[in-house]
């Protein structure tokens, strides 16, 4: 059965730093990957999409990365500010016949200004 | 503005009552989904459905049922069969199954 693991659970940083989130999956064989940013008590917005042909995908501040062949992928902010503090959530789809999102628990970031 | 609206944001059931919660998006995507969320746990998936009129079972199916006769619509009932209902529901539609999932701002349930 296909899990996720996101490390650290939760992470707390001063304003300005670049930092790196963790998603890693007991299953190597991921279709796709896609990273999600939620803030309490709010659905999750998509921030970046790695399709399968695909290795990294950035946008502004932000980089995903996926290397298939371990079953990892990391998600780079550069130069944090306050307004990212939010639970961030990596999901992976296993494809077949079912293409579900399998998710993970999530990164709790807080950006003290 | 396209998106996904689900409604209501807070919805309070009583113990044995059926409730149903809309998920409606004007995205044109075939494919939508429902979630269930809880403190601690990533998010698992109820059911799914990838064309109107057809819809699968996800991971914890049990006590809940939908319905797919519009595109643009996937209503989710919780019943009276489900213990625990107590959590936030989340609702996601895709162009088709594995392409970007977009999310709608959630409906949190709670029983009383």
């Known amino acids: 059965k296909q899990e996720v693991t996101q490390i650290p659970a939760a992470l707390s940083v001063p304003e300005g730093e670049n930092l790196v989130l963790n998603c890693s999956f007991t299953?190597?064989?991921?279709?796709?990957l896609q990273w999600f940013r939620q803030d309490p008590g709010k659905g999750l917005t998509s921030l970046l999409l790695?399709?399968?042909?695909?290795r990294e995908q950035t946008s502004g501040r932000l980089n995903a990365s996926l290397d298939k062949s371990s079953g990892r992928s990391t998600l780079y902010i550069a130069a944090s500010q306050p307004g990212d503090s939010a639970t961030y959530l990596c999901?992976?789809?296993?494809?077949?016949?079912?293409?579900?999102?399998?998710f993970g628990t999530g990164t709790l970031l807080a950006v003290q200004p | 503005d396209g998106g996904i609206t689900q409604s209501p944001k807070y919805l309070f059931r009583k113990e044995g009552q059926n409730v149903t919660l809309s998920c409606e998006q004007n995205?044109?995507?075939?494919?939508m989904y429902w979630y269930r969320q809880d403190p601690g746990q990533g998010l698992r998936l109820i059911y799914y459905?990838?064309?109107?009129?057809?819809?699968q079972k996800g991971d914890i199916a049990e006590g809940y049922s939908v319905s797919r006769e519009k595109k643009e619509s996937f209503p989710l009932t919780v019943t009276s069969a489900q213990k625990n209902p107590t959590a936030f529901y989340l609702c996601?539609?895709?162009?088709?199954?594995?392409?970007?999932?977009?999310f709608g701002q959630g409906t949190r349930l709670t029983v009383v």
């Open positions: 995205l044109n995507h075939d494919a």
């Open positions: 459905s990838q064309i109107v009129n057809d819809f």
């Open positions: 299953d190597s064989a991921i279709y796709n």
């Open positions: 999901a992976g789809l296993t494809g077949g016949a079912t293409n579900k999102l399998i």
């Open positions: 996601a539609s895709s162009i088709v199954g594995g392409s970007e999932a977009f």
């Open positions: 790695i399709q399968s042909s695909q």
